[in-house]
């Protein structure tokens, strides 16, 4: 039986509608790939809490629930397990975004989401978002 893992995200979107993309850290599952912020949703955890945990952990910024928008879903099969993973979409938050992790950021306009390496999984998340942008 393939284990399902719940990984939630963000397109945290500034005023000039860019996208911010984290860059894994050296040492980590798929290092060197660009991905939304996010994290493992954990046991008994909602995942706009997860949101806002991570954001706070990993970026330094406070972001209210209701500015937490979902948007659309990535579902992918890796070899030793099954993400599912929510996209949501965020324009207002407390705070300037600083790399607390050792992370590498980028703000990214919509159209050069896919020159960023991403794993399998962030691919399908593009269209919608960039969609979103268009208007």
């Known amino acids: 039986m393939t284990r399902l893992l719940l990984v939630v995200a963000v397109a945290l979107i500034d005023p000039d509608r ?5 860059r894994r850290p050296p040492g980590k599952e798929l290092a060197g790939l660009w991905e939304f912020p996010g994290g493992k949703v954990e046991p008994g955890e909602r995942p706009e809490a997860t949101l ?11 972001v209210a629930e209701p500015c937490l928008a979902p948007l659309t879903f990535a579902s992918h099969a890796y070899d030793d397990f099954h993400l599912l993973m929510p996209l949501y979409a965020c324009r207002r938050w407390d705070g300037f975004v600083q790399p607390l992790e050792g992370q590498g950021l980028a703000w990214v306009r919509p159209g050069d989401l896919r020159s960023y390496p991403m794993p399998p999984a962030d691919g399908p998340l593009i269209p919608p978002l960039v969609e979103l942008l268009a208007g």
Do not use: D, P, V
């Open 18 to 22: 860019r996208i911010l993309l984290a």
């Open 52 to 62: 806002i945990r991570e954001l706070r952990e990993e970026l330094g910024i406070a």
